[in-house]
């Protein structure tokens, strides 16, 4: 088992849906999760960081991470063509680890 | 605008030939990451500094290198290149403290010949 999974898709939706993004993960160790927006031919872009379980709210952007179920979901509402993109969950143990474990992406495509 | 800048942002050299990778920072961040990407894969840590200390990957192999003359700059050097080392670098930094977040840079896409 992978120490984090998460679907590849591709995924594809209309423009203005509710995207649901989700990666599962095995070590319970980890307290610190990562959303990353990558584009094509770019590196990665940070755009959700939150500490243990909770939500977090940016915007259109919502991560919600339930470490009894070792599970975090990220939400982008009013989809736009421009979130069109591969996004990567990472995830940390705590203090004194520097090394993240990324999941392996999903593709998603938002269609005008 | 603080940044993660990596230099080329496109690399080609033949096999064996040996070849350097270059990223600097603005951020003042103690920490660098090297990380390799295959194509559809996560991006996979290579070796990181902790200000002028070293860490290697335990998997990462020989043929990769680093150095990190000041805060600002670091060099991921390949001695020779093989086929398989066709991919997309990318730098990352972040503060000491184990709570900050790694922030990219757009990557290097090293082709081989």
């Known amino acids: 088992q992978k120490e984090v999974e998460q679907d590849p898709g591709p995924l594809s939706v209309p423009e203005g849906a509710i995207v649901s993004l989700n990666c599962t993960y095995s070590?319970?160790?980890?307290?610190?999760f990562m959303w990353y927006r990558q584009y094509s031919r770019k590196g990665p872009e940070l755009l959700m960081y939150?500490?243990?379980?909770g939500n977090k709210e940016d915007g259109r952007f919502t991560a919600q991470v339930d470490k009894s179920s070792k599970y975090i979901s990220l939400f982008i509402r009013d989809s736009q063509p421009s979130d069109s993109a591969t996004y990567l969950c990472?995830?940390?143990?705590?203090?004194?680890?520097?090394?993240?474990?990324f999941g392996k992406g999903t593709k998603l495509s938002v269609i005008p | 605008d603080a940044m993660v800048i990596q230099n080329p942002r496109y690399q080609v050299t033949q096999f064996g030939k040996p070849v350097t990778l270059s990223c600097s920072q603005t951020?003042?961040?103690?920490?660098m990451y090297w990380y390799q990407q295959k194509s559809s894969q996560a991006p996979k840590l290579l070796f990181h500094?902790?200000?002028?200390?070293?860490?290697n990957e335990a998997d990462t192999p020989d043929n990769f290198q680093s150095r990190r003359p000041n805060t600002s700059f670091c060099f991921l050097d390949i001695r020779s290149p093989g086929l398989g080392d066709a991919a997309m670098y990318l730098c990352?930094?972040?503060?000491?403290?184990?709570?900050?977040?790694?922030?990219f840079g757009d990557g290097t896409r090293l082709s081989i010949l």
């Open positions: 990352a930094t972040s503060r000491a403290l184990s709570n900050q977040p790694q922030h």
């Open positions: 070590n319970s160790a980890f307290q610190y």
């Open positions: 939150t500490y243990s379980s």
């Open positions: 990472a995830m940390r143990s705590g203090a004194g680890s520097y090394q993240l474990t």
């Open positions: 951020l003042n961040h103690n920490v």
């Open positions: 500094y902790y200000d002028k200390d070293f860490n």
